[in-house]
């Protein structure tokens, strides 16, 4: 498959709301709001990188969001969130794809990178869960990251508040 990563822009941000809101829309974990977190998280200035994925046929296929955390660890840290593949190509690198160039991009501007999500799916990428690292109401295994430096104490995370219905 042919696929071209690229920031967002302007024009993208209706397909990048549906392909969001289609990702979604049947997972047990999800309460509905991820594409309104994007919008959110744009409002706010917020979305630090915001990426999307174009397949062949020039349609929106995927997007990542990279926003700031809050952390008591050293450095500056960004959170992952929400990634958002379209449900009908689905298992076909296009998530992959969309994070290993969001990690690239971030490679000297931060010093680590969180997320809540699957393990068992982001831990090809080097993420982790690791000892002390916390995100309030979030079962430890869920909480995982990624760091750029050496970290002397892993601590807690906490994203933007767009993730929570403000801007």
């Known amino acids: ?16 709301a549906a392909v969001t809101t289609a990702a979604f ?14 919008d959110r998280l744009r409002e706010a200035g917020a979305l630090t990188l915001s990426l999307v994925a174009i397949n062949g ?3 929106l296929v995927g997007h990542i969001g990279f926003s700031p955390l ?4 050293p450095g500056t840290w960004f959170g992952i969130g929400p990634l958002s593949v379209r449900p009908d190509v689905q298992r076909q690198g296009i998530g992959s794809a969309l994070v290993r160039s969001g990690l690239d ?5 931060a010093d680590g990178i969180g997320l809540v999500g699957d ?3 982001y831990c090809r990428f080097g993420f982790a869960a690791r000892p002390g690292l916390v995100c309030d109401g979030v079962p430890d295994l869920y909480v995982q990251a990624l760091a750029f430096i050496d970290v002397p104490a892993w601590g807690k995370i906490a994203f933007h508040p767009a993730f929570f219905g403000a801007a």
Request: aromatic share 2%; proline share 4%; hydrophobic share 40%.
């Open 105 to 109: 991009r971030l490679k000297g501007k």
């Open 1 to 16: 498959m042919t696929l071209i990563i690229r920031s967002e822009t302007a024009a993208d941000r209706a397909a990048i």
């Open 57 to 59: 046929r020039d349609e």
């Open 119 to 121: 393990p068992n799916y």
């Open 70 to 73: 809050a952390t008591d660890m």
């Open 25 to 38: 829309v049947n997972q047990p974990h999800s309460d509905g709001s991820e594409a309104a977190i994007i």
